[in-house]
């Protein structure tokens, strides 16, 4: 028996070292990668349309607000082919014609660019339909590019609707390497515009492009920075205004990448989110960035990316009234969420207690506005002004089902407590400053015979009904985010 138990100890004893050492062999064998900062704009050529130098043309403009745009995020060196015409002419350089393959490796060459963007139009229409007028929008950057546009269009005599104008614009940017002629990557934009002028539709349309152009520009070079500084509420970080940072620029905060080896294989583990960043202030290289949401433990020379595009936070919640047995439940969308100031609208449908003692069906859309007073990377505390508006539904003194317009404004506080990285609790606490409640009417007949007719309370019912919220309302619900 006990040249068994030795035999055991002796097991246990070897498994145990075992373990001890297969763990420091996988501990050895996992390297820290430091992150690639982005220390350098990277070079980009702007081919010109391959429609020809007609300036007064969609395809020319395109290019022309394609390599603005680029210019303005501050990450890009652009060198804009359309503009370098004259210089290449001058050096002997220009070749005439449509550019093509073989010729941007050597427009790359003179670049010193490893990348070279085609933009090609796929689509662009105006034409007139049947619609009112729209308010007519300030001038803005983009006036310049429909002048010329506008004015090179052939308006036929007669044109339907001139005065509302659909206009559709679809193209692509395609990247590609000048050593190869490779395609690194396509992107396809379209945006749609319907109302106004030719030229006030051709803006519209053209500002909406530029916004979509914008993002794509920015997930095709992210910035990367690193963690210099951190304290409780704000970090530093690496780069500033000559990488085009600017303030209100979101970073998501990372632990550094993981080379492992496997055999013969080098595999990375990408590092683990912790928190993300807004930007508070610049100087040429460097920035000072609140710390808006954090999960877990930020140290410094961790890396840092650049979150190029958000989308609105999701809300459901429900609200209760303390006097009245009013209630709604509802949902929505919370936007700028990581804001000082967000707003917020939705859908809900409840009940509410009018001055008949009757609970009415009520149906609308919230508005509402918070202001932070109190904001931390995980709890955030502010004042609210919520505007809803309900239609409400009863039945009369004749048992027609009849409606109303119901609006009640409300002020309060309301706090939120994250709970995991992409999800928030979320309490409030109103109260009603009035209400606001119209005519009460139904609807007979049918399709053009249709006809509103006054609700029928009877005297000896008492008068008609309204409805005059009073006391707190307590709001209880959860937000979802995406990023």
């Known amino acids: 028996m006990e040249i068994w138990n030795g035999l055991f100890s002796m097991v246990k004893l070897i498994i145990k070292h075992l373990i001890f050492i297969l763990t420091f062999l996988g501990v050895c064998e996992a390297q820290k990668n430091q992150p690639e900062i982005t220390s350098q704009k990277r ?12 300036a007064t043309s969609i395809h020319y403009q395109l290019v022309e607000i394609v390599a603005a745009e680029a210019s303005q995020l501050g990450r890009y060196n652009v060198f804009n082919r359309q503009d370098l015409k004259k210089i290449f002419e001058e050096q002997a350089l220009y070749m005439a014609g449509i550019i093509n393959d073989s010729s941007i490796i050597e427009f790359g060459e003179i670049a010193g660019a490893k990348e070279a963007m085609l933009i090609k139009l796929i689509q662009f229409d105006q034409r007139g339909i049947p619609k009112t007028d729209e308010k007519e929008e300030e001038t803005n950057f983009f006036d310049v590019i429909v002048a010329i546009v506008d004015a090179s269009a052939t308006k036929e005599k007669g044109e339907p609707h001139p005065d509302n104008i659909q206009t559709v614009l679809a193209f692509s940017i395609k990247t590609i390497d000048v050593e190869t002629g490779q395609t690194l990557n396509s992107h396809y934009i379209s945006a ?8 006030k539709s051709l803006k519209t349309t053209l500002r909406q492009a530029r916004r979509k152009l914008s993002v794509k520009l920015r997930q095709m070079y992210k910035l990367t920075s690193q963690v210099l500084e951190s304290d409780r509420k704000e970090i530093m970080l690496v780069l500033g205004e000559d990488m085009g940072v600017k303030k209100g620029t979101i970073f998501e905060i990372s632990s550094l990448d993981e080379t492992k080896i496997f055999g013969d294989r080098k595999i990375v583990v990408p590092g683990k989110s912790v928190a993300l960043v807004r930007v508070l202030e610049l100087s040429k290289d460097a920035n ?36 009245q047995s009013d209630f709604n439940i509802g949902g929505g ?20 207690q009018d001055s ?19 904001h931390t990377p995980s709890f955030s505390l502010g004042g609210t002004i919520n505007l809803h508006a309900n239609a409400v539904f009863r039945q009369d003194d004749d048992g027609n089902s009849v409606s109303a317009f119901y609006g009640i404004p409300k002020v309060g506080l309301e706090t939120i407590f994250m709970t995991s990285p992409h999800r928030d609790w979320i309490f409030g606490l109103e109260y009603s400053v009035g209400s606001m409640t119209g005519g009460w009417g139904y609807t007979k007949g049918e399709g053009e015979d249709v006809e509103t007719e006054p609700a029928v309370w009877k005297s000896k019912m008492g008068p008609s009904p309204a409805l005059n919220p009073s006391g707190l309302f307590f709001t209880v619900g959860v937000r979802f985010l995406n990023f």
Do not use: C
Request: glycine share 14%.
């Open 43 to 54: 070079p980009l050529i702007i081919l010109p349309a391959e429609q020809g130098d007609d």
């Open 192 to 199: 749609e515009h319907t109302g106004g002028g030719r030229g």
């Open 288 to 323: 000072r960035s609140q710390i808006v949401r954090r999960w877990g433990k930020i140290i410094n020379g961790y890396k840092a990316t650049e979150k190029t595009h958000f989308m609105p936070a999701y809300y459901i919640a429900g609200s209760f009234g303390t006097d």
């Open 333 to 352: 969308i919370n936007f700028n969420p990581f804001n000082k100031t967000n707003f917020k609208i939705g859908f809900q449908f409840g009940s509410a």
């Open 356 to 374: 008949r003692n009757n609970h009415d069906l009520i149906i609308g859309v919230p508005f509402g506005l918070t202001a932070n007073i109190i």
